[in-house]
């Protein structure tokens, strides 16, 4: 799995701002990547890691781009390290139930 900063830096701006600016565009991104870590044969502990990996990216590197990303953003500031596991096991439910 590709470190997200470096996945980002290879992102354009333009692309960037399509998938943070809409929630839902945000969750079926992120749906997309499961499925594809799934493919793959990532298990849950795998791909919770790998969104662990993308909301600490996110939450040092990215500004929220709508509502629903500020809460989680505070949600994940707020967390410690075992509160963060289990935001990002959710994140992985909710995207695996988007697409």
């Known amino acids: 799995m590709k470190d997200p900063?470096?996945?980002a830096a290879q992102m354009n701006e333009e692309?960037?701002?399509?998938?943070?600016?809409?929630?839902?565009t945000f969750?079926?991104?992120?749906?997309?990547k499961v499925h594809k870590g799934e493919k793959l044969g990532l298990g849950e502990e795998g791909l919770t890691k790998g969104a662990k990996r993308?909301?600490?990216?996110?939450?040092?590197?990215?500004?929220?781009?709508?509502?629903?990303e500020k809460v989680l953003n505070e949600l994940w500031n707020a967390a410690d390290n075992n509160e963060r596991e289990?935001?990002?096991?959710?994140l992985v439910k909710m995207a695996d139930q988007t697409n």
């Open 5 to 7: 900063k470096e996945q």
């Open 15 to 24: 692309k960037k701002d399509e998938i943070m600016s809409n929630f839902q």
């Open 27 to 32: 969750k079926d991104y992120l749906g997309d």
């Open 54 to 68: 993308v909301a600490d990216y996110l939450a040092e590197y990215e500004e929220p781009r709508n509502r629903e």
């Open 86 to 90: 289990h935001i990002a096991h959710a």
